[in-house]
């Protein structure tokens, strides 16, 4: 899991040099800065629903999956519960919307996701590195409109594709193209909801539709 480790020693040390870029930034450079933040996870929710619908074999499984998923969320009260902890480390309640955005965009693509696959079978950790090097300015940027509390995605990250690693272990390859598509279009829209949130356009309580990214997983392992 050499790759996972410096996958998340990128997001630490890119947080932390955010951070301090951070203090010494004037409010109205924090906050164009915020904005651009929103913009981007916009324009990358549409781009990743709209490069993966096409090839979706379940044309109704995101719609499934965000019901299921967000019914169990909210059942689960998430937002709610971690957005009164990320406000109690940091004082700061924008840091939930940075960690939910940041998570998204470190966990759910190509390379983190097939990452982990390469290095358990194969001991390969190209995409792992490559991913890292992604990861490190993605970091930079949301923690110097964020705060160094966005290395708590490092933690996120390294359970994520820990688990991926150990699945891979267990199962062998079990993730598909299938699964690849589905898994995508399902976090296009969460990415898209964290923009949309960020921006003040409309709070869609994505802490609540994260349980949303388990059900094309599972569907997929049941079909396949």
Do not use: H
């Not at 096409?54 to 044309?59: K, V």
């Not at 965000?66 to 937002?79: C, H, K, P, Y």
């Not at 995508?184 to 609540?208: E, H, M, P, Q, Y």
């Amino acid at each position: 899991m050499i790759g996972t480790f410096v996958n998340v020693g990128t997001i630490v040390v890119g947080s932390l040099i955010g951070g301090l870029v951070k203090k010494v930034l004037k409010e109205e450079y924090s906050q164009s800065l915020y904005t651009a933040m929103g913009l981007a996870a916009f324009g990358l929710g549409i781009n990743a629903v709209v490069q993966n619908m096409p090839d979706s074999e379940y044309p109704v499984l995101f719609i499934a999956s965000l019901a299921v998923g967000t019914l169990i969320g909210n059942l689960l009260q998430l937002d709610t519960r971690i957005g009164r902890l990320s406000a109690k480390k940091s004082g700061d309640g924008r840091l939930g919307e940075g960690l939910i955005t940041g998570s998204l965009l470190f966990c759910v693509g190509t390379l983190s996701i097939l990452g982990p696959v390469q290095s358990a079978l194969y001991q390969d950790q190209t995409y792992l590195f490559t991913n890292a090097m992604l990861d490190f300015v993605t970091a930079m940027v949301l923690a110097s409109t964020y705060g160094i509390g966005m290395m708590l995605a490092a933690v996120i990250l390294f359970a994520w594709q820990g688990s991926i690693y150990g699945l891979t272990l267990l199962l062998g390859n079990f993730i598909t193209d299938t699964m690849m598509t589905e898994l995508s279009i399902v976090g296009g829209f969460l990415i898209l909801s964290s923009g949309l949130a960020i921006l003040n356009i409309k709070d869609c309580k994505t802490l609540n539709m994260l349980p949303s990214l388990v059900i094309p997983v599972a569907w997929c392992m049941i079909a396949g």
